[in-house]
């Protein structure tokens, strides 16, 4: 372990992270290094390499591709395919093996719809979400993601979808039987049958898309019922991990996060569980959650401007100072998470658009970001296109050295430097 004095190791780590890309040592000081002294902080970096690593359940920070920086919700089954074999080539052999389908993957992507629209999603006849046939064709025939999970799982990938918290207002309003997955029936409990109307609390809807979805009633048997039906076919189709949105932060909602995990410990298969949204995220609320769970956002969506990153370096030191970095979570560790890396070819915040834009951050804002990404243990998701993928991003990505951090440091702590 070689543990200088902070101030020195931070300085080591800035500099060996420019020379390892070939930059030499800085000749002017990069804007976050005056960011880090000006406020009069440093992290203190204790680096233990580590020879091999506890290949556990998540024993360390998972990395790999969501789909929301570069496509919005408009992802289509093609786009994410060529995206996922770049990232088996290319970012694989750097530990990036989630590759994310991000959300409303059910949502019909035609005039009218979008992020709050009513009416637009797939509902199968016990209210459960099914993929967009037009975006996604192999879905066809009842098949949900498995023809995808499949073909990702022969790259050597895992997959990932992202989620809604509860049950969409569309099955609420259409009232629909809940499926009894061990019979295959409708779920029967006091000799009558239960349906949507029964589970969903419509005082409790999403905060940020309060037509989409609202939380299930985990007091009842039928919203147990309800969530075990999901997360049962989920694992059918080959899913390995899921990002339940709606759920923490603004939309804290314990009762359900609890549930989730209690019925992916009920599954054979081994399902990543990372839950958002990550606005007004504290120490104390992670407290009773972080256990249940394997990734938490512990700030808002991360976007490509300097404000975006630079607020989350408080909430990272409070995480870091609370032990909360790889504690105990779900079936393994838990990482808090500090959201995408919006490098590369980009989408904007919540459109209806394909990526067409190139990064806003300047090339050290962007290393910047990966080293506090790095050092504070997060995982590390690439949200670009990697379809664009290009010579200098992908030199950020795999830097030997902030990878080797963010697997294997310990006890990364911010403290004062004078
Ligand atoms: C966490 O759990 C403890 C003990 O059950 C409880 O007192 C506390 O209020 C909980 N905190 C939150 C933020 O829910
Ligand atoms: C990126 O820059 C463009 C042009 O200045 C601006 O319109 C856009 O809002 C920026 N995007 C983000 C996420 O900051």
Redesign the pocket.
Known sequence: AACASPLHSAQLTSIRFGMELGLGAPTSPPPWRGHLLFRALVIFLCLWVTSEANEQHVELPPRGWNSYDSFSWTVDENAYLQNAKILAEKLLPHGYQYAVIDYLWYRRYVDGAYTDSYGFDNIDEWGRPFPDLQRFPSSKYDKGFSQIANKVHEMGLKFGIHLMKGISTQAVNANTPILDIETGKPYVENGRQWAAHDIGLTHKTCAWMPHGFMSVNTDIGAGWAFLRSLYRQYADWGVDFVKVDCIFGTDYS?EEVITISQLLRELDRPIVLSISPGTEVTV??A??ISEHVNMYRITGDDWDNWKDVSTHFTVTSAFAAANKIGATGLRGKSWPDLDMLPFGWLTDPGVNQGPHRPCNLTFDEQKAQMTLWSMAKSPLIYGGDLRHLDNSTFSIMTNPTLLKINYYSKNNMEVPAF
């Open positions: 314990p104390p609320l407290e009773n």
